[in-house]
């Protein structure tokens, strides 16, 4: 699943290829939006709230979209198109007046009604790092108040918004942090500044989108997230791997080093 930063990217591609553009043509091709007609309006900006995009037209309007586990956006240039055997996984479809057009494809969530509701339908989410406004001390306050292992804890989107799967086991290493240590033991203030400082710099660093070890030669560039088997880059024990929830169909699964990571074993 796409997390806080790769939605952050995704948002700014999209700004530059349509905001402040009136749209030629605008669809929504899912059941509960399928009637509506975006053409002539004005598309205002993106933004984000974690893993959430949000296109906001004029009229008070937003489109609010996920990625989850199967959508993907993609751009084409003024005059072409998508494969037509594409067109079955359009579920949105923006078309600036003589430029380029914007499609979102099997997107799990195409939802599009005012602004004020929008917002108010995400309004659970904690706190974003990406966000000039980050409020830093809620978020590191949330953390301290959760007895859950400290790895569940990061990937609760109520807690903080953004960080996903690939930070939360990066984090708990970078930290010295067995993954199942409890929230509430945590330094919540450093860990919630070291989330801010990676996650911006993912987002700001030419080639380090994700990048937790400095080092972008495949294979290298995570300390333990994907690396199940192979020895740890800094100590050479072999890193572990389970499955944080059993069938999950979002695969999430948790790495760790048992000498960098000291800790509880998983309950």
């Given at each position: 699943?796409?997390?806080?930063?790769?939605?952050?990217?995704?948002?700014?591609?999209?700004?530059?290829?349509?905001?402040?553009?009136?749209?030629?043509e605008g669809r929504l091709n899912v059941p509960a939006h399928a009637t509506e007609n975006l053409a002539g309006?004005?598309?205002?900006?993106?933004?984000?709230?974690?893993?959430?995009?949000?296109?906001?037209?004029?009229?008070?309007?937003?489109?609010?979209?996920?990625?989850?586990?199967?959508?993907?956006?993609?751009?084409?240039?003024?005059?072409?198109?998508?494969?037509?055997?594409?067109?079955?996984?359009?579920?949105?479809?923006?078309?600036?007046?003589?430029?380029?057009?914007?499609?979102?494809?099997?997107?799990?969530?195409?939802?599009?009604?005012?602004?004020?509701?929008?917002?108010?339908?995400?309004?659970?989410?904690?706190?974003?790092p990406l966000h000039d406004d980050f409020d830093a001390a809620q978020a590191a306050a949330n953390i301290a108040?959760?007895?859950?292992?400290?790895?569940?804890?990061?990937?609760?989107?109520?807690?903080?918004?953004?960080?996903?799967?690939?930070?939360?086991?990066?984090?708990?290493?970078?930290?010295?942090?067995?993954?199942?240590?409890?929230?509430?033991?945590?330094?919540?203030?450093?860990?919630?500044?070291?989330?801010?400082?990676?996650?911006?710099?993912?987002?700001?660093?030419?080639?380090?989108?994700?990048?937790?070890?400095?080092?972008?030669?495949?294979?290298?560039?995570?300390?333990?997230?994907?690396?199940?088997?192979?020895?740890?880059?800094?100590?050479?024990?072999?890193?572990?791997?389970?499955?944080?929830?059993?069938?999950?169909?979002?695969?999430?699964?948790?790495?760790?080093?048992?000498?960098?990571?000291?800790?509880?074993?998983?309950?």
């Amino acid at each position: 699943m796409p997390e806080g930063d790769t939605v952050h990217a995704l948002a700014a591609r999209l700004r530059a290829a349509l905001d402040g553009r009136e749209l030629a043509e605008g669809r929504l091709n899912v059941p509960a939006h399928a009637t509506e007609n975006l053409a002539g309006r004005t598309i205002q900006r993106h933004r984000t709230h974690g893993k959430h995009l949000l296109t906001d037209l004029d009229g008070d309007l937003t489109l609010h979209t996920h990625l989850r586990m199967t959508g993907s956006w993609t751009v084409t240039a003024p005059g072409r198109r998508l494969p037509r055997r594409l067109d079955p996984d359009v579920r949105v479809r923006l078309a600036v007046r003589d430029g380029p057009t914007a499609y979102g494809l099997l997107l799990p969530v195409v939802e599009f009604s005012t602004t004020r509701d929008v917002d108010a339908a995400l309004s659970y989410l904690g706190p974003d790092p990406l966000h000039d406004d980050f409020d830093a001390a809620q978020a590191a306050a949330n953390i301290a108040r959760d007895p859950r292992p400290i790895v569940a804890v990061l990937l609760d989107q109520r807690v903080m918004a953004g960080p996903g799967n690939l930070w939360a086991n990066e984090l708990c290493f970078l930290r010295g942090l067995g993954p199942w240590v409890p929230a509430c033991d945590v330094d919540t203030t450093r860990l919630v500044a070291l989330t801010r400082k990676a996650m911006r710099h993912s987002v700001s660093t030419p080639r380090a989108m994700q990048v937790t070890t400095g080092d972008t030669r495949p294979g290298r560039q995570h300390w333990v997230a994907g690396r199940a088997g192979k020895p740890c880059l800094r100590c050479g024990t072999t890193v572990r791997v389970v499955a944080e929830v059993p069938g999950d169909p979002e695969r999430r699964r948790t790495w760790w080093c048992p000498h960098c990571q000291p800790g509880p074993e998983r309950p």
